[in-house]
């Protein structure tokens, strides 16, 4: 008498090696086509204390951290429209800065240390991510004393926006300038991610 007691199992472990054995595949895909040179943007997602980030790199640095409220599919599909459509995820390419953001939401890092690709924000904009990283860390400067650093003193707003549209949150830190009255401002990951880092620098303990 056939019986199909162990049927469940059965499919769960064929299921469960079906799984691994794609795995493998597009890890193998992935090393041969960054062996091949056909890989431009490279990412991985990293869990942190403000949600999970989206990191994406080319051969000249970190060109993206994005956050889940931004929308992740949203963000590549801008990368791939902007900078190239040879996207890859390819963590090992971002180990780095992988793991410099989680000694900073640790509090054992300050500053960054990684080569950026500014490729995603020109002009003014560009010069405004220049003077945020003189904004030290546990510091917090105006979007008024930002505009005061630049080559147009009195574009305070333009400061905004160049800070709502920095590519590279937390390693740029655009979440230090706030408002003249000394509310916290906007922020591209929200509010709440903002009040954390500002907690995160002003105390200097681990983001929980």
């Given at each position: 008498?056939?019986?199909?007691?162990?049927?469940?199992?059965?499919?769960?472990?064929?299921?469960?090696?079906?799984?691994?054995?794609?795995?493998?595949?597009?890890?193998?895909?992935?090393?041969?086509?960054?062996?091949?040179?056909?890989?431009?943007?490279?990412?991985?997602?990293?869990?942190?204390?403000?949600?999970?980030?989206?990191?994406?790199?080319?051969?000249?640095?970190?060109?993206?951290?994005?956050?889940?409220?931004?929308?992740?599919?949203?963000?590549?599909?801008?990368?791939?429209?902007?900078?190239?459509?040879?996207?890859?995820?390819?963590?090992?390419?971002?180990?780095?800065?992988?793991?410099?953001?989680?000694?900073?939401?640790?509090?054992?890092?300050?500053?960054?240390?990684?080569?950026?690709?500014?490729?995603?924000?020109?002009?003014?904009?560009?010069?405004?991510?220049?003077?945020?990283?003189?904004i030290g860390y546990g510091h917090t400067a105006s979007y008024a004393a930002v505009a005061a650093m630049t080559s147009s003193p009195r574009a305070v707003r333009a400061v905004g926006t160049a800070c709502a549209r920095n590519p590279l949150p937390l390693v740029v830190p655009c979440h230090r300038v706030?408002?003249?009255?000394?509310?916290?401002?906007?922020?591209?990951?929200?509010?709440?991610?903002?009040?954390?880092?500002?907690?995160?620098?002003?105390?200097?303990?681990?983001?929980?």
């Open positions: 008498m056939i019986t199909n007691v162990g049927l469940p199992a059965e499919l769960a472990a064929a299921a469960a090696d079906e799984g691994e054995a794609v795995a493998r595949l597009r890890r193998s895909l992935g090393a041969a086509a960054q062996a091949e040179g056909l890989v431009d943007v490279a990412y991985r997602l990293m869990d942190s204390p403000v949600g999970t980030l989206l990191l994406a790199g080319t051969e000249a640095g970190l060109v993206r951290v994005a956050f889940a409220v931004e929308g992740h599919d949203a963000v590549l599909a801008q990368l791939a429209a902007t900078v190239s459509p040879r996207i890859l995820a390819a963590p090992a390419r971002l180990d780095a800065a992988a793991r410099e953001l989680d000694e900073y939401f640790a509090g054992r890092r300050r500053g960054f240390d990684l080569p950026l690709d500014f490729r995603l924000a020109a002009g003014f904009r560009r010069e405004v991510l220049a003077r945020l990283p003189s706030i408002r003249s009255d000394g509310s916290q401002g906007a922020y591209l990951g929200g509010p709440a991610a903002k009040a954390l880092l500002l907690a995160l620098e002003a105390g200097g303990a681990p983001a929980s």
